[in-house]
């Protein structure tokens, strides 16, 4: 085989195929990224962003998702046929920014995200090859040989690992015989879009719901990424052939304006499909050198916005770990984690969304009937139950019931949580000063290893350690309290940082005492991968990880 090409070919390039490059790229492994459409898709698609994927984009320095994300308007919801409304509603539960918390839920399209994420794939000198299709693909134990296809001329294409993210109907999944189990719900069927039009009246304050779910409905989300006239659409209509709606403007049009008692004035149908909930998932996310994520892996029903998240979050679950493999540093097994880890996760989302839409059907009432649990957020999916995890304070996970969705508790943590945000630490030490952030130190190329203690003498052992492991992956920083930094003097340090916790947020977030020695090895997918004693269980960690040192 001729390895000159990049070692990761990755088809598919929605979100979770786009952040799967940036991972690797930011970790310095080249790739190729093919998508089958000619043109980037259209349309809002999934526009709910979760804080937890807003904390994996923050990781990969890409703030314009929330920069750029609204934060979701209330629904109302009318009395059919009339403007009185019947209730208002929140579709998520109430969140607030805290020091251990720094981001709440969001809207962004899809269509403005993959934008963004293209910008910074450019960044690396990468882009998207568009119209590039993949036909085949053979693999042995040294790689994959992939036959692609563009302008109707074939091209081979010799690469170390392929990833397919290449949507529910992927060619990476059905060649490489992965089951699919699950079921395509035909009670539950819609239209979605973006459609532009003015109502005298209509405000663009509220997410605005018209006529009975069960019978005929449209909800309109106001939104200016289409224009300053645009709306996010779903539409239901239980005695029509929606396949025949989809395709016909006048027709989308017709039904709108039956359901709003107001003058309309339509500019354009921008884009439109139907949607019938398939909820259906892999036994496993690879098999030797090919592996899936996203929708290849996973779809659901759209109850509580759990699909791009979900594969967002399993391309960064993957990236590090194939980054690690390709340098040398990892044994090939690492990868086996990956489906290991977001088998559980996957299965317990498609229980709770199924749920969800399961109330949505049967109260007549569709999404403004749901008060979603704060589990929505993500910010207590964890992987304690992970065989590379590793945690000398908690009770052994084996033979506890795996929790994979939890709702996040702060006054417990385990390693295979997330790790908490803490702001305002001061940097300390003979080299850089200034403030620091917790998650401005998190990145996906290095593991992070907080070792909390009482001085920089208790820290050392750890430290001493640490020095046998390559820099390039690993970072070391000391957190002290602000007690000891009334005594420290201005001593050198084999730490990369020391920091002072000023307003003891780390300390809290992270239920750690002032005179105590604790240590968190934080993976680069920002997860706590150990929450050890010391330098012994700290090589213990690592034993999983990397190959001997």
Not at 481 to 498: E, F, H, I, K, N
Request: aromatic share 8%; hydrophobic share 40%; net charge negative.
């Amino acid at each position: 085989m001729n390895f000159a090409h990049p070692p990761v070919l990755i088809v598919g390039a929605g979100p979770a195929g786009l952040v799967a490059a940036l991972t690797l790229l930011q970790n310095g492994i080249p790739v190729r990224i093919i998508d089958k459409d000619l043109n980037p898709r259209i349309g809002q698609r999934g526009p709910g962003i979760m804080p937890r994927t807003l904390e994996l984009f923050n990781f990969l320095n890409i703030p314009e998702v929330n920069d750029l994300g609204k934060i979701p308007p209330m629904v109302r919801s009318y009395k059919p046929g009339t403007l009185r409304p019947l209730r208002d509603s929140a579709l998520v539960p109430d969140i607030e920014v805290t020091p251990s918390i720094p981001f709440i839920h969001k809207a962004l399209g899809q269509q403005l995200l993959d934008v963004i994420l293209r910008r910074h794939l450019e960044k690396f000198s990468c882009s998207v090859e568009m119209g590039t299709e993949l036909r085949s693909f053979e693999q042995s134990d040294e790689g994959v040989t992939a036959v692609l296809a563009k302008n109707s001329i074939l091209e081979t294409f010799d690469t170390k690992w392929m990833i397919g993210a290449d949507g529910a109907k992927s060619v990476v999944r059905k060649q490489l015989g992965l089951t699919f189990l699950g079921e395509t719900r035909d009670n539950f069927r819609f239209i979605t879009g973006d459609i532009r039009f003015t109502g005298v009246g209509l405000d663009r304050v509220y997410w605005h719901q018209f006529g009975k779910f069960n019978e005929q409905s449209v909800s309109l989300r106001p939104t200016d990424e289409i224009g300053e006239d645009g709306w996010h659409f779903f539409m239901h209509c239980s005695d029509t052939d929606l396949t025949k709606v989809a395709q016909s403007e006048e027709r989308i049009f017709e039904i709108i304006a039956s359901l709003i008692p107001l003058e309309i004035t339509f500019n354009k149908l921008v884009w439109a499909s139907e949607y019938r909930a398939n909820i259906r998932m892999v036994t496993k996310f690879s098999e030797g050198r090919v592996l899936v994520a996203g929708d290849a892996a996973h779809v659901h029903s759209p109850t509580a916005g759990q699909g791009l998240n979900s594969g967002v979050q399993d391309a960064f679950n993957l990236g590090w770990k194939l980054a690690l493999v390709e340098k040398g540093l990892a044994d090939k097994s690492l990868l086996e984690t990956y489906s290991a880890e977001r088998l559980p996760v996957i299965s317990e989302m498609l229980e709770i969304t199924t749920s969800l839409l399961n109330h949505a059907i049967s109260s007549g009432l569709g999404h403004t009937s749901l008060r979603r649990s704060p589990l929505i957020f993500m910010l207590g999916v964890n992987y304690r139950f992970s065989s590379i995890v590793l945690d000398e304070f908690a009770t052994p996970a084996e033979g506890r019931p795996i929790n994979a969705y939890g709702v996040l508790d702060e006054g417990h943590l385990e390693a295979g949580d997330r790790a908490p945000e803490a702001p305002e630490m001061l940097q300390v030490g003979c080299g850089e000063s200034g403030v620091k952030t917790l998650f401005g130190l998190y990145r996906p190329w290095y593991h992070t290893v907080l070792v909390f203690s009482p001085s920089l003498a208790d820290s050392s052992p750890v430290l001493g350690a640490l020095e046998a492991y390559d820099k390039s992956v690993v970072l070391s920083a000391v957190v002290l309290p602000l007690s000891a930094a009334l005594t420290l003097m201005p001593v050198p340090s084999p730490a990369d940082l020391v920091l002072v916790d000023q307003q003891n947020h780390a300390y809290s977030a992270y239920l750690v005492e002032a005179g105590q020695t604790k240590v968190f090895v934080i993976r680069p997918d920002g997860v706590i991968g150990a929450i050890v004693h010391g330098a012994e269980g700290v090589k213990k960690y690592f034993s999983g990880i990397f190959l001997d040192v």
